[in-house]
T-cell receptor, first 111, second 115 residues
Framework: DAKTTQPPSMDCAEGRAANLPCNHSTISGNEYVYWYRQIHSQGPQYIIHGLKNNETNEMASLIITEDRKSSTLILPHATLRDTAVYYCIVRVDFGNEKLTFGTGTRLTIIP | EPEVTQTPSHQVTQMGQEVILRCVPISNHLYFYWYRQILGQKVEFLVSFYNNEISEKSEIFDDQFSVERPDGSNFTLKIRSTKLEDSAMYFC?????????????FGPGTRLTVL
């Protein structure tokens, strides 16, 4: 089973920052936090991942707490196209380790 | 930008028939995966494949399922005798060998409908 806890749904106004929380209190020292999203029934899309430092790329920022038991994905300026289910996944970053998806957070961007 | 492709986009079959779902992973990737998603449910791992052999498989991946990389570009999932409960979206994914991360890139999926 997935080792993360996420709220089932969230709304965010278009143009505002969307902050999606994730709890992973049992994360191991060699496990990374990965975020994926799934727009409608499309294939999941990689967003970002991190171990313990905060990370930023062109899509989002990832803030990981110092104890690594929780994290927040930040979409800085949400658009309608960001409406999707967002998955927080912890996994070892080795070879072909599978992804274990939970139920994620359904993010709805409101015009 | 390179992407994973899958064919067909939609497959309809009769129960008991064999189906082959096809995937073309990103060309320099080394790890390959199949996942499935039954309508309204979670994305579930089926199998991972590396160096021409199965690395890991889930409980779902029973003897009715098989995977193959018949040439240097295709990666296939075969279901020998389909059941109604095999109706789902099937996603192929691939990932590279890199020290920067092993994110998996997913294809658009094949919707399998078993009647």
């Amino acid at each position: 089973d997935a080792k993360t806890t996420q709220p089932p749904s969230m709304d965010c106004a278009e143009g505002r920052a969307a902050n999606l929380p994730c709890n992973h209190s049992t994360i191991s020292g060699n496990e990374y936090v990965y975020w994926y999203r799934q727009i409608h029934s499309q294939g999941p899309q990689y967003i970002i991942h991190g171990l313990k430092n905060n990370e930023t790329n062109e899509m989002a920022s990832l803030i990981i707490t110092e104890d690594r038991k929780s994290s927040t994905l930040i979409l800085p300026h949400a658009t309608l196209r960001d409406t999707a289910v967002y998955y927080c996944i912890v996994r070892v970053d080795f070879g072909n380790e599978k992804l274990t998806f939970g139920t994620g957070t359904r993010l709805t961007i409101i015009p | 930008e390179p992407e994973v492709t899958q064919t067909p986009s939609h497959q309809v079959t009769q129960m008991g028939q064999e189906v082959i779902l096809r995937c073309v992973p990103i060309s320099n990737h080394l790890y390959f995966y199949w996942y499935r998603q039954i309508l309204g449910q979670k994305v579930e791992f089926l199998v991972s494949f590396y160096n021409n052999e199965i690395s890991e498989k889930s409980e779902i991946f029973d003897d009715q399922f098989s995977v193959e990389r018949p040439d240097g570009s295709n990666f296939t999932l075969k279901i020998r005798s389909t059941k109604l409960e095999d109706s789902a979206m099937y996603f192929c994914a691939s990932s590279p060998w890199t020290t920067l991360g092993n994110e998996q890139f997913f294809g658009p999926g094949t919707r399998l409908t078993v009647l």
